[in-house]
C-alpha cells in the first residue's frame, strides 16, 4: 500500500482545481477536496483530506470491457461545519472516517493493482 500511495501523490501532487457552480465553491489541492455551499441562510464548509491517508489500487471491468483503476482509501480526515447566516458556527470533526475514490483509465507507474 505504501508504493501505491506514494505513487498516487507523485501523479497528483501538481493537482489544483477551483470551480464556481452557482453557489457552490470546490477546490481539489493534490488529495484534499474542499466545498463551500451557500444555500438560502446557511453556509456549509466541507473538507475531504486523504493527504496522509493510504490508499490501495483496485482494477475492474466495466461493462463494455474496459479495465479501469480506482484508488481508494476509506481512511480520509473529514469535516463539515455549518454555520447559519448570523449564527454561531457548528464543528464535526473525524480524523479518519472518511472515504475518497479516484477514478482512471490508467494505471500509475510502479503502482501495484489489486
Not at 498516487?8 to 470551480?19: D, E, F, K, N, T
Not at 446557511?42 to 491517508?53: C, E, Q, V, Y
Not at 471491468?61 to 481512511?75: A, E, I
Request: glycine share 8%.
Amino acid at each position: 500500500v505504501r508504493n501505491c500511495t506514494d505513487s498516487l501523490r507523485a501523479v497528483l501532487g501538481q493537482l489544483r482545481i477551483s470551480v464556481k457552480l452557482g453557489d457552490c465553491r470546490i477546490a481539489i489541492d493534490s488529495l484534499c477536496i474542499t466545498a463551500k455551499i451557500f444555500h438560502n441562510r446557511l453556509i456549509s464548509d466541507r473538507l475531504l483530506d486523504g493527504s496522509s491517508a493510504p490508499f490501495a489500487c483496485l482494477g475492474y471491468r466495466n461493462p463494455d470491457g474496459s479495465l479501469r483503476y480506482c484508488w481508494n482509501t476509506k481512511l480520509a480526515c473529514c469535516q463539515l461545519v455549518l454555520t447559519p447566516i448570523g449564527g454561531s458556527a457548528q464543528h464535526w470533526q473525524s480524523k479518519h472516517g472518511g472515504a475518497l475514490e479516484l477514478l482512471r483509465p490508467f494505471a500509475i507507474a510502479n503502482a501495484q493493482v489489486v
